[in-house]
């Protein structure tokens, strides 16, 4: 009888559809349900919360915009170029940082007292070094990259298996294949981690870089819709950008598989 119970409960058949991906589309139906109602109930000034229509609206406009998306490309560029430069410096340190214990101590409390630091305070100086183009948002947004993915890469390189380590070193391997052929390959899950962290970081950076000082990118529309108040085409702007983040993470965490590795 166990044995038929469990044959019979191993063949019923899977729900049609997942109660996670159902209790999902409930909060994201009672948060638009609750913006809808604070848009209609006049507790807050006009225009402040506008309705999903008026955003539904401007959304249309916007991704029917030539000029959307040239500075969608500018800031896409940005990020791109912030997230190689600040993401490669980071691995790099990182595998430094957690193969020699030495250097480990005297430079990591740094980069943790470091790490937290609102990375816009140092925007003044970038644009003294680099001027108001898009260098500055570049270094701003390599800066705010560099140390999520640094410390993931320096905390994963001390947990790779010292046999693995010792592997390498008895086939006489120099550092470049030590990073490659070990080190690399061992600790794929914080490096990729890391770098959706630091994407993150890298996006905010640009954006909050835009805002201050630029005149093309999409923090640059996003402060002018916002000085003009034009509320629907704001919001419409900050939906399409959060749409594009989690695409931009989903994508990196499907290229690094651990997507793959959760669902399993």
């Not at 044959?7 to 638009?32: C, E, H, Q």
């Not at 507790?43 to 969608?72: C, E, H, K, Q, T």
Request: one cysteine or more; proline letters at 5%; hydrophobic letters at 55%.
């Amino acid at each position: 009888m166990a044995e038929t119970g469990r044959l019979t409960g191993a063949g019923s058949p899977a729900p049609l559809v997942n109660p996670v991906t159902l209790l999902r589309v409930a909060i994201i139906l009672g948060v638009l349900a609750v913006w809808e109602l604070l848009a209609h109930s006049g507790w807050l000034y006009r225009d402040v919360v506008p309705s999903l229509v008026a955003i539904g609206r401007a959304l249309l406009g916007l991704l029917s915009s030539a000029d959307y998306y040239f500075n969608l490309g500018v800031t896409a560029g940005e990020i791109g170029v912030a997230l190689a430069i600040g993401g490669l410096s980071g691995v790099a340190i990182g595998l430094l940082l957690g193969a020699n214990r030495f250097l480990s101590k005297a430079y990591e409390p740094y980069l943790y007292y470091l790490g937290p630091t609102p990375k816009i305070i140092f925007f003044p100086v970038m644009i003294m070094w680099f001027g108001v183009g898009v260098e500055s948002k570049i270094a701003l947004g390599a800066l705010s990259c560099f140390f999520p993915v640094v410390l993931s890469v320096a905390a994963g390189m001390r947990a790779i298996d010292k046999v693995l380590i010792r592997v390498g070193k008895s086939f006489r391997a120099d550092p470049w294949q030590m990073a490659m052929k070990i080190y690399l390959p061992a600790m794929r899950h914080p490096v990729i981690n890391g770098v959706r962290l630091g994407l993150g970081f890298a996006l905010i950076g640009t954006l909050l870089a835009e805002t201050k000082l630029s005149n093309k990118g999409i923090g640059f529309l996003i402060i002018q819709a916002y000085s003009i108040f034009d509320m629907p085409r704001m919001y419409a702007m900050l939906i399409v950008l959060f749409v594009l983040a989690i695409g931009a993470n989903a994508l990196v965490g499907r290229l690094g598989g651990l997507d793959n590795i959760k669902r399993t």
